[in-house]
């Protein structure tokens, strides 16, 4: 088997190309998360105007889009952000790459440093459907480099 052949039986394995499906900030800790559709990320900060950015290991956070379509069929009535993510992916299962997976969306670089959190107690989420994805499936990342990222932009996996 030659090195292509290799690299595309891992490749199958796993996505290494999604979609960006929402861009959510928060003006303050403590609320939920808006769908703004698009926003500047900024090198070693996070995104523009975010409450959790900051210089830190969870400048951004990510979520699949496949785990809040699961979550919703559950019955939860919840919107783009609700779980505090940044950035919601269609085509990915974040919780399986590794700590150091680099990420790329447009001119933005993103390295992946902690997979999922504990939950602050008194979660609005909790509290209203009994249950919280994001700190079982949500993951977060470093700015490595800043730009812009929208819904519908391609979103992949430059480094495992």
């Known amino acids: 088997m030659s090195d292509l052949d290799t ?3 891992i490749n199958a394995e796993r996505n290494d190309m999604g979609i960006v499906k929402a861009v959510c900030i928060s003006k303050e800790k403590g609320t939920a ?3 703004i559709g698009q926003c500047e990320v ?3 900060y996070g995104l523009k105007d975010d409450a959790h950015a900051g210089n830190w290991h969870r400048q951004v956070s990510l979520l699949s889009y496949e785990k809040v379509e699961e979550f919703r069929k559950r019955g939860a009535d919840v919107e783009d952000g609700a ?3 940044n950035i919601l992916v269609e085509g990915f299962d974040f919780k399986t790459f590794p700590v150091g997976t680099i990420f790329e969306c447009n001119d933005v670089v ?5 997979i999922g959190k504990q ?7 909790y509290k209203q459907v009994g249950d919280c994805i994001m700190p079982r499936e949500g993951v977060f990342t470093k700015v490595l480099h800043g730009g812009i990222i929208k819904v519908g932009d391609e979103f992949s996996v430059r480094e495992v």
């Open 33 to 35: 998360k808006i769908n």
């Open 42 to 44: 900024i090198e070693n």
């Open 83 to 85: 779980f505090g993510e």
């Open 7 to 9: 690299d595309i039986s």
């Open 110 to 114: 993103l390295e992946l440093t902690q």
């Open 119 to 125: 939950c602050h107690s008194g979660c609005a989420i």
